[in-house]
């Protein structure tokens, strides 16, 4: 359950990096930081991040993600 979780999170991380211009942002190191059986608690470090190309927009990937992935939204 926990690795579906991480691993549904982490794609939601790689999906809203590939939404946006291919070279507006570079996705850096991804710290789980949550024990197993905890709400997923992780940091993502964002480099080489450049405003003037594109507004960064953060959000919880939709619905169909988890119903995908297995996961309850």
């Given amino acids: 359950m926990f690795t579906k979780r991480m691993l549904s ?4 991380l790689a999906l809203l990096g590939l939404a946006g211009s291919a070279q507006a942002v570079q996705l850096g190191n991804l710290t789980v930081e949550s024990q197993p059986g905890e709400p997923l608690d992780a940091v993502l470090e964002i480099e080489d991040l450049d405003l003037t190309i594109s507004p960064l ?3 919880v990937a939709p619905p169909a993600t988890y119903l995908r992935e ?3 939204w």
């Fill in 9 to 12: 999170g982490a794609m939601a």
């Fill in 57 to 59: 927009l953060v959000r």
């Fill in 70 to 72: 297995g996961v309850n």
